[in-house]
């Protein structure tokens, strides 16, 4: 922090070794946060120090590496269910938000939904947030009813109305989209499924890493995010679930850590939220997405919006300037993600030769084939923000855009 207790972003980019990198002789300019972010140097240590000193399994032992393992672990539980302002006993430790989805689609949706049940999905959802329901209704007979989006990105909320009918008993979106940066708003869209009694999912990979997420404040019934997405490691992640359905939930794994007492005969099964949690889990990994939220809690998440905020406004304009470049998604309050073309560039192209420039930004369908057909592209070049990036970062973007440009042209 600085002296007037705002943040000092140079020194906190410097948290981040691999951005001191070269790339094909050229410094590193890391542009695909939204695809996975860096991790800072505290979860990098927490890890470290796990292994080095506290390594054992968790909830299996009394001897004292057990404990200390156990009480890292769940320590880890407690800090992330105060980052979203949850109980802990409501957060299930998952592999990330497709773990998290998965389970409320086998745990939920599969054993209730039927033929004539609907559920609804939005345009711009992630395959992790379309696959699972497709599986769903391949096996139960059930529908997928899709909302609409607006020209610029934004949710067609009309449509969402028309379509969140008596015959809709689950809809899943996403907070924040991968690719056009859209912001939903989660809390009016749940209040007007809750009035029908329909039961919400929330893909927020996108929005943990960016904003302040308060879930109750949301109202919704489950919500799935990612920890390397928000400087965690990979393999890590949460799904919240209102403590009824956890309760009504059946276990989606089973095996150890999920039982209370097993026999030939039957097993009665653990507490949520252990009880589904089976098998040993990513135990370093958590520890290390405890220090990613305690590094974010410590910044605070209203600066970091407001830092990637800033950031997004210099990069739209710059990038807006160049000749022949296309963006998608301009939704008011989008957040700091954009996805564009060229005109006579192929994504994939553009995205090999900024690499020879030392940039890293993701080409492709970023896992979202139908928004791509929606706006009858293949793939898109997709420059994705965060606060540890710089204007001299963005301008170095665009200056390699242009380049690029000149000689595909």
Known sequence: MTAAGRPD?????????????QVHGKPLVYLDSANTSQKPQPVIRAMDEFYREHNANVSRAVHALGSEATEAYEGARRRLAGFVNVPPDELVLTSGTTFGINLVAYSWALPRLGPGDVILLTRMEHHANIVPWQLVCERTGAKIRVVDITPDGALDLDDLRSKLTGDVKLLAFTHVSNVLGTVNPVADICRMARKLGVVTVIDGSQALPHRSV????????????????????????GLWARRQHLREMPPFLGGGEMIKEVSFEGTVYNEPPHKFEAG????????????????????????????????????????????????????????AVISFLVEGAHAHDLATLLDLEGIAVRSGHHCAHPLMAHFGVPATCRASLAFYNTHVEIEKLAAGIEKVRKLLL
């Not at 405890?290 to 800033?310: K, S, T």
Request: proline fraction near 6%; hydrophobic fraction near 45%; include cysteine.
């Open 280 to 335: 040993t889990p990513n135990i370093a990994g958590v520890v290390g997405l405890g220090a990613a939220a305690d590094y974010l809690a410590e910044i605070g998440m209203a600066e970091i919006e407001a830092r990637e905020q800033a950031l997004l406004a210099v990069a739209t304009e710059r990038l807006s300037a160049i000749p022949g470049l296309r963006i998608f998604g301009t939704a008011p309050g989008k957040a």
């Open 214 to 237: 308060d879930i109750p404040v949301l109202g919704c019934d489950f919500y799935a995010f990612t920890g390397h997405k928000m400087l965690g490691p990979t393999g890590t992640g």
């Open 9 to 21: 972003w140079l020194r906190l980019r410097a948290d981040f070794p691999v951005l001191t990198r």
